[in-house]
Each structure stands twice: as structure tokens, then as C-alpha cells.
């Protein structure tokens, strides 16, 4: 972002990207996911950076406009219930209900989902 999409748009609109945080507050639904050949396949880091609001890669970089982060549980049900809602699937996937489809699945691997920031910080733990 640095060299290819903020020096076109000015740093009086790069702020306008992602703003996440600013839509959840504002009521709206957030949805997410990867179709994108230039972002992760993995959703659980993509979360990871809509809670740091950081890369993989540079897990050390200040976060882009941290006001826009999404706490967990809402970086979660954007991957899940936002993401059907978005295809109008809701009403049959999306999440764990009676009579609705679903492939759970457990990891232990969720440490790249908590913040180097302590409780009360969005994200955190």
C-alpha cells in the first residue's frame, strides 16, 4: 500500500480505506473473505489483520489506522455470518443453528489471533 495505492490517492484519502471499525460502529453490516490473488487464502490471517490491523509479514509495522480495527468476535462474524448475509445465504449458513449447514472445525493455532496489547485493547486475547 505504501508504494502502489497511497502515493495515488494522497494521504488526504488514503485514510477512506478499510474503514472497518468506522462501519461496524456506524450499524452496518461487515462482511469478509478472500477472492483476491493478492491477500491470504487463510482466513485466520485475515482476521489476524483486521484485529492488528497489520501484515503477516511485518507483525512489527504500526497498524494501519488502528481506529478501523475490528475486535474479534466482530472480525469473526464478518467471516461467518457477514459473509453469507453478503449472498444472501443467511438464512442457511453463517452460523451455528438448527437446520442450517455448516462444517465446524476446531483449531488450537488461534495465538495469531491475539494482540501484543493487553485486555481492553481491540482484539485483545
Request: net charge negative; charged share 20%.
Amino acid at each position: 500500500m505504501d508504494e502502489l495505492t497511497i502515493p495515488y490517492l494522497r494521504p488526504e484519502r488514503a485514510g477512506w480505506q478499510y474503514p472497518f471499525g468506522s462501519l461496524r460502529r456506524s450499524g452496518a453490516i461487515v462482511c469478509m473473505g478472500s477472492d483476491w490473488s493478492v491477500s491470504s487464502a487463510n482466513p485466520l490471517l485475515e482476521i489476524e489483520v483486521a484485529v492488528r490491523r497489520v501484515g503477516a509479514a511485518d507483525r512489527d509495522a504500526q497498524p494501519f489506522h488502528p481506529g478501523e480495527r475490528l475486535d474479534l468476535p466482530a472480525a469473526l462474524e464478518a467471516f461467518t455470518i457477514g459473509a453469507a448475509y453478503v449472498n444472501h445465504l443467511d438464512d442457511a449458513t453463517g452460523s451455528l443453528e438448527v437446520g442450517k449447514e455448516a462444517d465446524p472445525w476446531s483449531s488450537t493455532a488461534t495465538s495469531s489471533l491475539r494482540t501484543q496489547d493487553g485486555p481492553g485493547t481491540p482484539g485483545c486475547c
